[in-house]
């Protein structure tokens, strides 16, 4: 089982349960998590999919893929260390317990 | 051997299922719907005869194959001919009939130039010519919703953000419907377009030269990419000719659309009124609902299988993106139309690597446009009969008449 945690900016937590292979992006969508909006569907074409990884996970999450980085730069809030787009890391168990946190503005 | 529209003839394994159709009739491309529950009905893979293709139309196998730019390139064509078999009409496209590594390149340079950020810095030129030409309409009693709207506003903002120095509105949206046609098959659409073809697409790569283009446009800034070596400049030429295929048609499309879908259900445009944050999601269900882009195909560039079928090296696949964003498996009650689904996820921009890079541009001229017509307009009142216009890979409008109640 692959337990993911959304921290909302006023501090509020949601944890769910994600099925391995699918994305942040898309297990926040399939539990109506606020503030990840996704409008290109994972294309890495939007940034509104923006999140901050949490603490030590960020060695688990990897990498950010080529061409992210230029993406979160045009996200509405500030892009930090921990910055990924969520639609770009993909669940698996090794990721149980992940802990995200959703920016003050997305869109 | 001989080709078959261009492509190898298939002989396709016998139990993929057979639809018996021609898929690029006037008749389907005018009310593709039943041709599209046709074909999601026959099975998650079907063979065309007609020509020789296989086909998807079920969500998760069109989503699938469309994105799987492993086993099905782009850069033998999306369209019936294979490019490595055939000669293309003009020179194949750098984005969009490439695979990586060359498609990685080009893509972060176009991906840059379109991007959100850039798209902020258009808004106010986009809202400022909607506010000018919708309080135009609203003078007049009646409009023709295609030529007076849909193709008025794209070609006044899209080249003055390319920063073209030319502009011939006729010739930018006929381009488009050109090139659509010419992914089809050898049909009067596509025949007609090829007419058309040297005159209109002359002038085009005479616009994209860099003389032809302001020193602060979007054009420039692909321009630039090439100074600083990213590509070369020839390859930059060709990179803004993609913006001038695939960035006006489309959107014209995308605002004709908007348009049918709102005046045809009244009432969802009083919810879009009430609520001007279901702006940016009303767009995605026009675009869900009528599928600008309707079919662009992919080809088989490896022995590979797309639902447990076999699908031989060089069989060109048929993606009904149409289809796939109908399909009632994905959508619930896929026909209504409601402005408040967020269908995030449907096909219409595409999907994976290839996805629409020029989004969110189409989003925000699509959001310029709404917000102020749901500022203005009391009421979108179809004045006439909608008639749609056949074309190879668009669905989009030919006539729409409208009466614009001003509030
Ligand atoms: C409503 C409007 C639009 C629709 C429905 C649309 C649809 C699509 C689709 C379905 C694809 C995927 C093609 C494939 O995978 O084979 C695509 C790609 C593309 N679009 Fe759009 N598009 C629209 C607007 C625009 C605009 C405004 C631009 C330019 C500014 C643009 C430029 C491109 C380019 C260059 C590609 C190729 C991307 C690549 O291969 O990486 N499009 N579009
Ligand atoms: S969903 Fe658009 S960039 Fe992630």
Redesign the interface.
């Given at each position: 089982m692959i337990n993911v945690t959304y921290i909302q900016p006023d501090g509020s937590e949601t944890t769910v349960t994600a099925q391995p292979g699918d994305s942040v992006m898309q297990t926040a969508l399939n539990n109506n998590i606020d503030g990840i909006i996704a409008e290109c569907g994972g294309s890495m074409a939007c940034a509104t999919c923006h999140v901050y990884v949490e603490g030590e996970w960020a060695d688990q999450t990897g990498a950010r893929m080529d061409g992210e980085e230029d993406m979160l730069d045009c996200a509405m809030s500030e892009m930090k260390d921990t910055s990924r787009l969520s639609c770009q890391i993909k669940l698996t168990e090794a990721l149980d317990g992940l802990r995200v946190h959703i920016p003050e503005e997305q869109a | 051997m001989t080709l078959i529209e261009g492509h190898r003839p298939l002989t396709p394994d016998p139990s993929i299922p057979v639809l018996d159709i021609d898929p690029y009739s006037d008749e389907i491309l005018l009310d593709p719907a039943p041709y599209h529950a046709a074909l999601r009905d026959a099975g998650p893979l079907v063979y065309i005869p007609r020509y020789s293709v296989l086909a998807v139309g079920r969500y998760d196998e069109t989503r699938k194959t469309f994105s799987d730019h492993e086993n099905f390139v782009s850069s033998r064509g999306i369209g019936l001919n294979d490019f490595k078999l055939e000669k293309p009409w003009r020179p194949p496209s750098i984005i969009l009939e490439v695979d990586p590594p060359d498609h990685?390149k080009t893509?972060?340079v176009m991906?840059?130039a379109l991007?959100?950020?850039i798209v902020r810095t258009l808004m106010n030129d986009f809202t400022a010519a909607a506010e000018v030409l919708v309080d135009r309409l609203l003078e007049k009693s009646e409009i023709e919703g295609v030529v007076d709207l849909a193709e008025a506003f794209p070609t006044t903002v899209f080249p003055a953000a390319v920063g073209m120095k030319d502009v011939n509105a006729r010739h930018l949206v006929d381009y488009g419907a050109i090139v659509f046609n010419a992914v089809g098959p050898d049909n009067d659409l596509r025949r007609r377009a090829m007419e058309r073809a040297p005159e209109v697409g002359g002038w085009i790569t005479a616009a994209c030269a860099r003389d032809r283009l302001t020193d602060d446009g979007l054009g420039a800034l692909v321009y630039s990419a090439a100074d600083a070596g990213e590509i070369s400049h020839e390859e930059a030429a060709m990179l803004v000719r993609s913006f001038l295929s695939a960035g006006v048609d489309t959107t014209v499309t995308g605002i004709g659309n908007a348009l049918w879908c709102l005046s045809q259900n009244p009432d969802q445009w009083e919810v879009l009124k009430a609520n001007t944050l279901l702006i940016?999601p009303c767009f995605?269900e026009v675009l869900r609902y009528t599928s600008p882009v309707h079919t662009f195909l992919r080809t088989a560039n490896l022995d590979a299988e797309i639902a447990g079928y076999p699908v031989p090296e060089g069989a060109k696949i048929m993606c009904a993106l149409g289809a796939a964003n109908m399909d009632p498996a994905k959508w619930h009650d896929p026909e209504a139309f409601r402005v408040d689904r967020k269908p995030?996820?449907?096909m219409a921009?595409?999907?994976?690597i290839h996805?629409?890079?020029g989004?969110?541009i189409a989003?925000g001229e699509l959001e310029a446009v709404l917000s102020v017509m749901a500022r203005k307009v009391a009421r979108i009142e179809p004045a006439g009969e909608a008639v749609w216009r056949p074309n190879n890979a668009i669905h989009a409008l030919d006539r729409l008449p409208l009466k614009l109640i001003p509030n």
């Open positions: - | 990685t893509r972060k991906s840059k991007s959100p950020k940016r995605e995030v996820g449907h921009f595409g999907a994976g996805g629409c890079v989004q969110n989003r």
